[in-house]
C-alpha cells in the first residue's frame, strides 16, 4: 500500500510570515493528492488538491506543489493569519484493486500563528 | 444545508457496552467512509461503502460493524467496548465517478470516550 510521510509535526510562524509543509508518498500509482485543515474541535475540511497531471496550483494564499519525480507534494501558505491556525493533513490517493478510492493520510502538522 | 452529520456528537459510556453512531449525508454522494482519529490526531480509515455495498473493510475488530441501509446513510455499531476504543469516529463521503470519487468531506465526529 501506500505510505505518507509528512513534516513538521508542528510549525510556529509569526503572522505576516510563509508556512510551508511537505509530505512524501511511496507509490507511483498515487494520482490525487488533497490537503486538509482541521481546526479544534471539528472534522477535516478540504482546502487545496492536485492532481498527477498538474505542476503546482494556487488559490488566493493557498498553493500546492508536486513533484512526481521525487514524490514529494508541499502545501504553502502565504501572508499567515491567526485564523490559519489548525491541523493540517496531506494525503494521497491510490486507485489499485480493493483500495479503490482509499486516501492514505500523513500525520498531521499542527500550525500555530502568533499574532 | 448540513452536508455530512453525525450523531452523537459526543458519547461516554462504559466498558462492555454496545453503541452505535449515525451518520447521514445530504450531498447525493455515492461513497461513504469511517475513520477512527487517536489521541495523536492520526486519521485511519476502518470501512468504506459505495452504494451500499462493502468496498474497504480495514483490519478492525470484528466488534465494530458497519451498516448502510441507503446510500446516504452509514452507521457504525460497536459492540463490548473498549478502553482503546476511546477516540474521535468521522463521517465521509465523497461523490460518484469511480467507487470513492476523489474529494471526500468529513462530518463533524463524534467523540467517544469509554470509561
Known amino acids: 500500500g501506500e505510505n505518507v510521510e509528512q513534516h513538521p509535526s508542528t510549525l510556529s510562524v509569526q503572522e505576516g510570515d510563509s508556512a510551508v509543509i511537505k509530505c512524501t508518498y511511496s507509490?507511483?500509482?498515487?494520482?490525487?493528492f488533497p490537503w486538509y485543515k482541521q481546526e479544534l474541535g471539528k472534522g477535516p475540511q478540504l482546502i487545496i488538491d492536485i492532481r498527477s497531471n498538474v505542476g503546482e496550483k494556487k488559490d488566493q494564499r493557498i498553493a500546492v506543489t508536486l513533484n512526481k519525480t521525487a514524490k514529494h507534494f508541499s502545501l504553502h501558505i502565504t501572508e499567515t493569519q491567526p485564523e490559519d491556525s489548525a491541523v493540517y493533513f496531506c494525503a494521497a490517493k491510490y486507485d489499485r484493486g480493493s483500495t479503490l478510492g482509499r486516501l492514505y493520510f500523513g500525520r498531521g502538522t499542527q500550525l500555530t500563528v502568533w499574532p | 444545508d448540513t452536508a455530512v452529520s453525525q450523531t452523537p456528537k459526543y458519547l461516554v459510556t462504559q466498558m462492555g457496552n454496545d453503541k452505535s453512531i449515525k451518520c447521514e449525508q445530504n450531498l447525493g454522494h455515492d461513497t461513504m467512509y469511517w475513520y477512527k482519529q487517536d489521541s495523536k490526531k492520526f486519521l485511519k480509515i476502518m470501512f468504506s461503502?459505495?452504494?451500499?455495498?462493502?468496498?474497504i473493510n480495514e483490519t478492525v475488530p470484528n466488534r465494530f460493524s458497519p451498516k448502510s441501509p441507503d446510500k446516504a446513510h452509514l452507521n457504525l455499531h460497536i459492540n463490548s467496548l473498549e478502553l482503546g476504543d476511546s477516540a474521535v469516529y468521522f463521517c465521509?463521503?465523497?461523490?460518484?465517478?469511480?467507487?470513492?470519487?476523489?474529494?471526500?468531506?468529513f462530518g463533524p465526529g463524534t467523540r467517544l470516550t469509554v470509561l
Open positions: 507509490d507511483s500509482a498515487s494520482n490525487y
Open positions: 461503502y459505495n452504494n451500499k455495498e462493502l468496498i
Open positions: 465521509a463521503s465523497s461523490p460518484p465517478g469511480l467507487p470513492g470519487g476523489d474529494t471526500q468531506y
